[in-house]
């Protein structure tokens, strides 16, 4: 899924003088408070970090209200969803007029009728709306389905997204992997080369009669009265 991306951040986080003698559970809780709101530092929400306790205590800034700050290296996971970026998320809620999305167990999106595609054809069975693909009809979307969709915009205040339906890579997420995987299967050509086979030649015995003076080996002489010869030619050759 898109807009998810991993950074290596400088941190400085300020910690109360009253937290020093457990600073890495102070500095923890901080960046704890940042988790699943949008920050304008990191262009998005923050979902996880991964941070090293730091080996100095930190420097003390003097003032009125005093703060301990704290340099650290992290590695944060950041939700920052742009428009025409494709997300997945699973459906809560179908109605005629919209479909309600929760994406990632935190964030809630909203395709409003106007941005699903005519291929899309709302419906009730059982008393539970759905929304029918009208080529496919195994292609639904209803209150369970995992469905991919593209953003169109994002409210930074109440992480509330703005989504639509209308490219055709979006919808049930289960129909597009198999659609893209049958896909796939048809485009990959096999070739096949059998392997060569030495041609045999076979030749037969052959018998040549031709005719001449005949030449008995048994008398030792010629026989002028015999006026051919025969001559068996045996030939076996293997290649």
């Given at each position: 899924?898109?807009?998810?991306?991993?950074?290596?951040?400088?941190?400085?986080v300020y910690v109360d003088p009253s937290q020093s003698k457990n600073l890495s559970?102070?500095?923890?809780?901080?960046?704890?408070?940042?988790?699943?709101?949008?920050?304008?530092?990191?262009?998005?929400?923050?979902?996880?970090?991964?941070?090293?306790?730091?080996?100095?205590?930190?420097?003390?800034?003097?003032?009125?209200?005093?703060?301990?700050?704290?340099?650290?290296?992290?590695?944060?996971?950041?939700?920052?969803?742009?428009?025409?970026?494709?997300?997945?998320?699973?459906?809560?809620?179908?109605?005629?007029?919209?479909?309600?999305?929760?994406?990632?167990?935190?964030?809630?999106?909203?395709?409003?009728?106007?941005?699903?595609?005519?291929?899309?054809?709302?419906?009730?069975?059982?008393?539970?709306?759905?929304?029918?693909?009208?080529?496919?009809?195994?292609?639904?979307?209803?209150?369970?389905?995992?469905?991919?969709?593209?953003?169109?915009?994002m409210n930074e205040e109440t992480l509330h997204i703005y989504g639509s339906l209308?490219?055709?890579?979006?919808?049930?997420?289960?129909?597009?992997?198999?659609?893209?995987?049958?896909?796939?299967?048809?485009?990959?050509?096999?070739?096949?080369?059998?392997?060569?086979?030495?041609?045999?030649?076979?030749?037969?015995?052959?018998?040549?009669?031709?005719?001449?003076?005949?030449?008995?080996?048994?008398?030792?002489?010629?026989?002028?009265?015999?006026?051919?010869?025969?001559?068996?030619?045996?030939?076996?050759?293997?290649?």
């Amino acid at each position: 899924m898109e807009g998810l991306s991993v950074v290596q951040a400088n941190l400085k986080v300020y910690v109360d003088p009253s937290q020093s003698k457990n600073l890495s559970s102070a500095i923890f809780r901080e960046l704890s408070a940042l988790l699943f709101k949008y920050d304008d530092a990191f262009d998005g929400v923050l979902l996880a970090y991964n941070v090293h306790a730091p080996e100095n205590k930190g420097r003390i800034l003097p003032g009125v209200h005093p703060f301990i700050a704290v340099r650290l290296e992290a590695k944060l996971l950041v939700f920052s969803p742009k428009p025409d970026m494709l997300l997945e998320g699973k459906v809560v809620k179908v109605t005629e007029e919209s479909i309600h999305v929760i994406v990632l167990g935190f964030s809630s999106a909203i395709i409003t009728d106007e941005a699903i595609r005519n291929e899309f054809k709302y419906k009730t069975k059982h008393g539970q709306g759905l929304y029918v693909n009208r080529s496919n009809r195994r292609h639904l979307i209803k209150a369970g389905t995992m469905i991919r969709f593209v953003v169109k915009s994002m409210n930074e205040e109440t992480l509330h997204i703005y989504g639509s339906l209308m490219p055709a890579n979006t919808g049930s997420v289960k129909i597009l992997e198999k659609f893209s995987e049958h896909t796939n299967t048809e485009s990959v050509t096999i070739n096949s080369t059998p392997k060569k086979r030495r041609s045999k030649e076979k030749y037969e015995v052959a018998q040549i009669t031709e005719h001449g003076n005949h030449y008995d080996p048994s008398q030792n002489h010629y026989d002028p009265s015999q006026n051919h010869y025969d001559r068996e030619i045996k030939k076996s050759r293997r290649s």
